[in-house]
């Protein structure tokens, strides 16, 4: 049984070269004065969650979220990750925001296609110790996955092939309890193939399921992954933008 009050946390360092623009993820353009951070500060608002309970995480030139924020008049928190170390070192400097609170983790770089809302509700009417949103892609696949045994996430599969098929991915918007802070960083969790030295939240969900977690999972309708320009142009066009 979760506690009444919730906080959530918007991870939000990401850059947008891939895109060709030189700006923070968040700040995409995805509507008419619309971004992907604006979009998701909505969704968490209107799920019953105030702006002073909504931490955002930023990165890469977080002077222009910061601007951003304070020009919307938003009330949330911000927090500065000072050095890009992955997922969960960014969720690591929220620990103190988010105190004895069960969270709300939302990746704010991706366009979310479900309702916050009713991930809430499903949390707080079932007996799981966490939520995690997952899609179904066109095709099963070894990477990028979540595997799930019945009701539960038996494991979620980074970039590298596994040999495990799987027809879901993770959408990248988690209700976790606030011991999930005991798997941050922990050992087992660093991420260093490719060159990479990230330490990543998908890793310490993994351990703590490892250590008897039970997470289940929300399926949502559709989900945007925005790694390339064409990403982000299909999505514009399905908004008609």
């Not at 619309?34 to 002073?52: D, F, H, N, V, Y």
């Not at 992955?86 to 709300?104: M, Q, R």
């Not at 990477?143 to 092939?161: A, C, F, R, S, T």
């Not at 064409?230 to 008609?240: C, P, Q």
Request: proline share 2%.
């Amino acid at each position: 049984m979760i506690e009444d009050k919730m906080k959530a946390v918007i991870l939000a360092a990401g850059n947008g070269k891939r895109l060709g623009l030189n700006i923070p993820k968040c700040l995409v353009e995805i509507g008419p004065d619309e971004t992907l951070l604006s979009r998701l500060i909505k969704q968490i608002i209107e799920a019953g969650i105030p702006e002073e309970d909504i931490c955002v995480v930023a990165g890469y030139k977080y002077d222009n979220v910061i601007k951003y924020l304070t020009h919307r008049k938003y009330k949330t928190h911000i927090i500065i990750q000072e050095e890009r170390l992955g997922t969960a070192h960014a969720l690591s400097k929220a620990e103190s925001f988010a105190k004895y609170n069960d969270i709300i983790v939302a990746c704010g770089d991706n366009y979310f296609d479900g309702s916050i809302k009713d991930m809430i509700s499903l949390y707080k009417n079932s007996h799981t110790d966490g939520l995690i949103s997952i899609f179904e892609l066109e095709e099963p696949r070894d990477w990028g996955i979540v595997h799930l045994d019945n009701n539960y996430v038996h494991k979620m599969i980074l970039y590298e092939p596994c040999g495990i098929n799987s027809k879901f991915s993770d959408a990248e918007v988690y209700i976790l309890p606030n011991r999930i802070y005991k798997y941050i960083m922990s050992k087992g969790t660093l991420n260093m193939k490719k060159g990479r030295h990230e330490w990543e939240l998908v890793l310490s969900i993994n351990k703590a399921i490892e250590d008897g977690m039970n997470i289940e999972y929300y399926k949502v309708a559709g989900h945007v992954n925005i790694n390339e320009k064409k990403d982000l142009e299909r999505l514009r066009y399905a908004r008609r933008i």
